[in-house]
């Protein structure tokens, strides 16, 4: 999941490089660095769930496949991250926005079927030796969540208000 991140990144850089008012020689960089770590990330992240895939034992495996919620993650991962390489790959020979868009859409479901499949592997490893996850009570510690959802919040508003100062942003004049 950390290495889709690249992939991600790539999709981010696509999006920026398409709709932003940036000079054209910055979007074309973004541009080209987006599509490159889309396509290669997108690659990457291929192998790598593949690999943990294969790592795991046959028991998990086993339970993987068995299980009506989990068994579909790895072949969604795969299919997602293969739209992901593509749309960054396809962005270095057409620019547009069906690629940037393509590749974000792609990054949000790698990413949410890199989560499934790695909670399945989870479950599924401890319920493998006795442990169902989904049995254990729970107490929440509703001071603790306020202050992550007040602080949450706030985060976003940062974000927000950044993302409003860069769009009304006027180019910095160059002195020669």
Do not use: E
């Amino acid at each position: 999941m950390m290495l889709t991140s690249f992939a991600v990144t790539g999709a981010g850089l696509l999006l920026t490089a398409r709709f932003s008012r940036a000079a054209a020689p910055v979007r074309s960089l973004m541009g080209r660095w987006g599509g490159w770590l889309a396509g290669v990330g997108g690659l990457l992240s291929m192998g790598l769930g593949v690999w943990v895939h294969s790592a795991q034992p046959s028991i998990v495996k086993a339970a993987l496949a068995a299980h009506r919620f989990y068994a579909w993650s790895l072949p969604g991962f795969l299919v997602c991250a293969t739209l992901l390489s593509l749309s960054g790959f396809l962005s270095l020979k057409r620019a547009g926005w069906i690629p940037a868009v393509g590749a974000a859409g792609a990054g949000f479901l790698t990413t949410t079927m890199a989560v499934i499949a790695r909670d399945g592997i989870r479950d599924l490893t401890l319920l493998a030796k006795g442990f169902d996850v989904w049995q254990q009570p729970v107490a929440s510690n509703w001071q603790a969540v306020t202050i992550f959802l007040v602080l949450f919040v706030a985060g976003v508003g940062v974000i927000g208000w950044m993302a409003y100062v860069l769009a009304k942003a006027k180019g910095v004049a160059r002195h020669a």
